[in-house]
């Protein structure tokens, strides 16, 4: 298995942004990792672009669950393709909270991007009231179960758990919480994939960053990172891409 750095731009940056993905590539042209960022649609083509024939992967943050249609706004697995895009992130808990979107529509888009040749990153995670409930595992099991697609591989999909309460908060769960969630996701997975679910990247997101890429890295079933706010400078990203590939 290879492990993964991946970055979520979320909605920032513009064609000037592009100085940092150069910077990147200049200091980590081979790294042991792989390495994926997510930047908002209107970059991915100018970014692909940039990354042919580099390490670097390129990929949506999100997609439709249809091929085509009227759907204002919408981008479709196919257009990220077509954009220069082979990763595609799904479900984050932004999409969840801000959109509404459910498993069932998760496991749709996840099905509809496999289809196409893409890979999905599907998140999953608890808030901190969840956390505090002590319903964290049963949230996590409902959310793999239901946005995960039956016939999955560890080619086609990526697992990112993401505790809501610690993205760009500077929070992180222990590193015991961590071990003990990605050793239940794996389980999960294998009683819903089978033998693939050993191969699946499972990535831990919610405030990594320089400072603490190291530790998380060294918890079993961590298999990489999905950063947000730190992927965002080469510095910051190429520091956690140097991590991850000596771990």
């Avoid at 150069?22 to 042991?32: E, G, I, N, Q, S």
């Avoid at 390490?55 to 997609?63: S, V």
């Avoid at 979107?101 to 509809?112: F, H, M, S």
Wanted: aromatic share 2%.
């Amino acid at each position: 298995m290879r492990k993964l750095a991946a970055g979520n731009w979320k909605m920032n940056g513009t064609a000037a942004s592009l100085s940092e993905v150069a910077a990147l590539l200049r200091d980590h042209p081979t790294p042991v990792c792989e390495m994926l960022l997510c930047p908002p649609a209107t970059l991915i083509t100018q970014m692909a672009a940039l990354a042919k024939g580099t390490a670097l992967h390129i990929g949506g943050q999100d997609c439709h669950a249809k091929s085509s249609g009227a759907h204002t706004g919408d981008v479709s697995a196919s257009m990220l393709m077509d954009a220069g895009a082979t990763h595609v992130i799904l479900g984050h808990s932004e999409r969840r909270t801000d959109h509404a979107e459910t498993d069932a529509q998760v496991n749709a888009k996840a099905v509809a991007a496999i289809g196409v040749g893409l890979v999905a990153v599907v998140c999953i995670g608890e808030t901190e009231g969840q956390r505090d409930a002590g319903q964290t595992l049963d949230v996590i099991g409902t959310q793999l179960a239901g946005s995960v697609p039956d016939g999955s591989t560890a080619a086609t999909l990526v697992v990112a758990y993401e505790p809501v309460w610690a993205i760009g908060t500077g929070r992180t769960p222990t590193l015991q919480e961590i071990a003990d969630v990605h050793r239940f996701i794996r389980e999960r997975l294998t009683a819903k994939i089978g033998a693939e679910a050993a191969g699946v990247r499972l990535l831990y997101g919610g405030s990594v960053k320089p400072s603490n890429a190291t530790e998380i890295f060294a918890v079993p079933h961590v298999d990489g990172a999905l950063v947000g706010g730190a992927s965002l400078k080469a510095s910051d990203f190429g520091a956690i891409v140097a991590a991850l590939s000596a771990a």
